[in-house]
């Protein structure tokens, strides 16, 4: 009996030891993936984007850090692929990046937000009460609250959208984001 625990232990062991190899290898390309990014081969950008999206949300940190970078292809694919995968831990870099340089850039945090719905939606409606003064953000927050009012959520979003129309949306848009906030809170899923 002694043999057989023995080489359970041992089995336990090497399949430890296998999956922090695995770890291990899928860190390493994920930061190669990451690194192509950047490059000015669309073709290999474009692969590597798929495979950051293939692998999901164990890329979702790099991207975010990604999304920081100075290179404005390295940003705008992270956005892409963060958009992509959906993951909810991606909303606040993405919301962030409602206020990068390039338009693109903003366009695709946008779209990645809408596609978390009311997870990308809590975050942003957080960032617009707190910094509701950011042109850029409250651009950016137009095209996820326009779009996100269409849906279920229209009876949340549409004092926030009027604010976000309005000719005193920086006195406007903090207050009507809190409130939405607000009555979001208490939504288990929508």
Do not use: C
Not at 73 to 80: I, N, S, T
């Amino acid at each position: 009996m002694p043999k057989i625990r023995k080489e359970t232990v041992m089995s336990g062991s090497t399949s430890s030891s296998r999956k922090q190899k695995t770890v291990a290898r899928s860190k390493s390309a994920i930061e190669t993936f990451i690194h192509t990014l950047s490059s000015h081969d669309d073709v290999a950008r474009v692969k590597a984007r798929h495979s950051l999206v293939s692998i999901g949300k164990a890329a979702v940190p790099s991207l975010i850090k990604a999304l920081e970078d100075k290179h404005y292809l390295m940003r705008w694919e992270a956005a892409k692929a963060l958009g992509e995968i959906g993951d909810p831990e991606a909303a606040p870099a993405l919301v962030k990046a409602l206020e990068d340089e390039e338009f693109d850039v903003r366009w695709l945090a946008a779209e990645g937000l809408i596609k978390m719905n009311i997870n990308g939606l809590k975050r942003l409606l957080l960032a617009l009460e707190h910094q509701g003064d950011s042109v850029l953000l409250r651009e950016g927050a137009h095209h996820v609250v326009h779009d996100l009012a269409k849906g279920g959520l229209r009876k949340y979003l549409a004092p926030v959208l009027t604010a976000l129309e309005s000719v005193e949306q920086r006195e406007q848009v903090p207050w009507a984001a809190r409130q939405a906030l607000e009555m979001l809170e208490g939504l288990k899923s929508v």
